[in-house]
């Protein structure tokens, strides 16, 4: 079991950053794919970016790419979503994912956090 937990969401004027983390407990984070996903009400949770557990390779969507940098500390055991140049329509709740495999599918993910709020003002 993993258990993960998110934080550094908050609200920010666009054009600004936020860092977001994702403290993992129960097991090393170091063997799981990971993903950050992004949901706003009545919409489906989208994949904002991924990283490969076994070459550290990343993987982004084109809505943030060049703009958003997901890293982990293995030996931190957290994951960090390193948000810059933020837009309004990055506005979401941001959840943190684990599993086996890596996905860009939420329902790929076996373990979830609680979220955590991000708000982008115009």
């Known amino acids: 079991q993993v258990q993960l937990v998110e934080s550094g969401g908050g609200r920010v004027q666009a054009g600004g950053s936020l860092r977001l983390s994702c403290a993992a407990s129960?097991?090393?984070?170091?063997?799981?794919?990971m993903g950050w996903f992004r949901q706003t009400p009545g919409k489906e949770r989208e994949f904002v970016a991924g990283i490969v557990w076994i070459n550290g390779s990343t993987s982004y969507a084109d809505s943030v790419k060049g703009r958003f940098t997901i890293t982990r500390d293995n030996g931190r055991n957290t994951l960090y979503l390193q948000m810059h140049s933020l837009k309004p329509e990055d506005t979401a709740t941001y959840f943190c994912?684990?599993?086996?495999?890596?996905?860009?599918?939420?329902?790929?993910?076996?373990?979830w956090g609680q979220g955590t709020q991000v708000t982008v003002s115009s």
């Open positions: 129960g097991r090393t984070l170091s063997r799981y794919n």
């Open positions: 994912a684990a599993d086996w495999q890596f996905s860009r599918r939420p329902n790929d993910y076996a373990y």
